[in-house]
């Protein structure tokens, strides 16, 4: 950025002007600070550097300076890293920075999401001991009639292999899998077939995996529930029955029974 600006704000020497007097040479010392200055000016960088720059912030994330730095040819790492510091600080210094900024969050919106959809399928997966063979599918009304579960499964489980979006590699796994050696249907799909077949799996799974998280609540609650209610359950048990009033007349009579016997008794002797 700093070079574009310098490049245009460069003075020219007209015709017949005498050179101005450049005065002493540098030291060694002021040589090395102004190499310092200049390659803290990014004066190697070019707008091909840049627009490169751009485009993998939308493919990694700003964040992701390993993976920016991998498509930029001839940058360091530290290098890609010190400009990207540069450009967070002064990128609305840019005429056209809304456009340039609305796009990468666009891209870092897709990451996220991707990472979102990875998450739950592991999730799922992780509730089987071997998911390649066990794994099942809630398919409610939206199974369909062209793939079978096997192939959904298998789907499903290479995905978590390969990573969400790789669907040449997937193609290439439904091609090869001696499970589906003899399915012309699956093995004929085009990588966009394969792509919206995954999409609506995954819809599945995060229904599924939102209905699990609410019963597992569920069951946590009413566990808590429980412990907290059997001390007085207890105390309960061991409390004495309340008595009814005709208990309480029947007792009063046996009481005056006895009294009379006794004292009966005591008469007689």
Same mark, same amino acid.
Request: proline share 3%.
């Given at each position: ?25 540098? &030291? ?23 627009? &490169? ?26 290098? %890609? ?15 056209? =920075? ?15 999401r991707k990472d979102e959809i990875m998450r739950a399928i592991a999730k ?6 071997? !998911? =390649? ?12 009639? $062209? ?23 997937? *193609?290439?796994?439904?091609? /090869? #899998? ?5 399915? =012309?249907? %699956? *093995? ?12 609506? $799996? ?20 009413? *566990? ?5 209610? /059997? ?6 048990? *061991?409390? !004495?029955?309340?008595? /009814? ?10 009481? #005056? #029974?006895?009294?009379?016997? %006794? ?7």
């Amino acid at each position: 950025m700093q070079t574009h600006q310098r490049n245009q704000a460069k003075d020219t020497i007209a015709d017949g002007d005498e050179p101005e007097d450049v005065g002493e040479p540098l &030291t060694a010392e002021e040589q090395e600070e102004k190499e310092q200055l200049l390659e803290e000016g990014f004066s190697t960088w070019t707008r091909r550097d840049f627009n &490169t720059f751009i485009r993998a912030c939308e493919k990694f994330g700003r964040n992701d300076i390993k993976g920016i730095a991998s498509d930029m040819e001839g940058k360091s790492e530290e290098e %890609v890293e010190r400009y990207a510091k540069v450009f967070k600080e002064r990128y609305k210094e840019l005429n056209d =920075w809304d456009r340039i900024i609305k796009n990468i969050e666009r891209g870092e919106a897709r990451i996220s999401r991707k990472d979102e959809i990875m998450r739950a399928i592991a999730k799922k997966l992780d509730r089987y001991k071997n !998911p =390649w063979l066990e794994l099942k599918i809630q398919y409610g009304q939206n199974k369909g009639k $062209l793939y079978n579960e096997e192939c959904d499964r298998f789907m499903l489980c290479m995905v978590h292999k390969l990573g969400y979006g790789n669907w040449d590699e997937l *193609k290439a796994a439904f091609r /090869t #899998s001696p499970l589906f050696r003899f399915d =012309w249907f %699956v *093995k004929s799909r085009t990588t966009q077939e394969l792509a919206r077949r995954c999409d609506t $799996l995954i819809r599945l799974v995060e229904k599924e995996n939102q209905e699990y998280d609410e019963r597992e609540r569920q069951a946590r609650k009413d *566990k808590k529930l429980a412990k907290n209610l /059997t001390p007085s359950k207890r105390s309960m048990a *061991k409390a !004495p029955a309340l008595e /009814t009033p005709a208990l309480n007349s029947f007792k009063r009579r046996k009481q #005056s #029974s006895m009294d009379d016997y %006794v004292g009966s008794g005591r008469r007689r002797r």
